[in-house]
């Protein structure tokens, strides 16, 4: 029988029609790849602006009046006296460490002990709920964390210590942790599920516990990725601002303890750059804050994906 195409005035499928099929195919394609390449490379685009720009602003404040030893030696901040600005970022280094450290305590055994229970304990429904309470955890605004601290966090302090304030080092680090938790277990769980199954049976077959599993072969084996985790949430505190300003209480120290008021590097820059004056001394300092920061964070992300890779070869 001939189909429909072979009767007499009936359409035909002829050469044209196949080509106008094949053409129509290879834009799409070469539009998707155009997009893709797109996607893919305006991530850096983007970066190397954000850098240009901000050292654009800043270098003439490097290049004519940065003294160096003032800048990272000197707690002094003062970038708005009129007879004697000091432009010390000592002190704020400093907070910004002491607040993602403690953060980093509280938050990398809490991260890591998550991620082991979800990859390797939890079954069936319960892995799923707990893994999407995490990820609810990690997208709550930072300034609703800010807000915890701040009339939560504060007074509690202050009751349980016995202390005149509470938006200090503690209370600014437990909250950093609390935000940093959720994104170190995501992580950490993915590099444990990277693990291959075989080295879990492997061990098994030659009589080991869960518990040994676990902690002999699951974990040095997920080792980079568990590092990648941690400088990763090292990267999220540091780089965090609405939170710290407000639980941290954003007092120029240099701590002694965890009872201290500090104030963090992000949290200057936020505070004080909607009332300088465009283009003087102390507008530019806020910049060479943003380009100190920039590095240490690229520092860091750039460890964490060495890490990372190294994870990607051994599997």
Do not use: C
């Not at 404040?61 to 000592?90: K, M, Q, V």
């Amino acid at each position: 029988m001939r189909n429909g195409g072979d009767k007499p005035g009936g359409p035909k499928a002829g050469p044209g029609a196949n080509w106008d099929r094949l053409g129509a195919s290879w834009f799409i394609d070469k539009g998707v790849q155009v997009l893709v390449f797109v996607g893919g490379t305006s991530a850096i685009i983007f970066v190397v602006g954000i850098f240009v720009f901000i050292t654009r602003e800043g270098w003439p404040f490097i290049r004519d009046t940065l003294d160096f030893a003032e800048f990272f030696g000197s707690p002094r901040w003062n970038p708005t006296s009129d007879h004697n600005p000091t432009y010390g970022a000592l002190a704020l280094i400093v907070g910004t460490a002491s607040v993602t450290g403690l953060a980093m305590l509280i938050a990398i055994p809490f991260s890591l002990g998550a991620a082991i229970y979800i990859a390797e304990f939890a079954q069936g429904r319960t892995r799923e709920v707990l893994k999407v309470l995490v990820e609810m955890l990690a997208a709550i605004p930072s300034v609703v964390w800010g807000f915890i601290g701040l009339t939560v966090m504060n007074p509690l302090i202050i009751d349980m210590f016995n202390v005149p304030v509470g938006l200090t080092v503690l209370n600014s680090g437990l909250i950093l942790g609390l935000m940093a938790a959720p994104i170190m277990t995501t992580i950490a769980e993915d590099a444990l599920k990277a693990v291959p199954d075989g080295y879990r049976e492997a061990a098994e077959a030659m009589g080991a516990t869960k518990l040994q599993v676990v902690f002999k072969v699951v974990l040095p084996a997920a080792k980079n990725g568990l590092v990648a985790a941690v400088l990763l949430g090292v990267g999220r505190g540091f780089g965090e601002t609405m939170a710290v300003l407000m639980a941290s209480g954003h007092s120029v120290n240099l701590p002694t303890s965890v009872f201290d008021s500090v104030r963090a590097l992000t949290a200057t820059i936020a505070a004080e750059l909607g009332e300088t004056a465009h283009g003087s001394d102390h507008y530019r300092v806020l910049f060479t804050l943003g380009i100190f920061l920039f590095i240490v964070t690229f520092i860091i992300n750039l460890l964490a994906d060495i890490f990372v890779r190294g994870v990607r070869k051994k599997g």
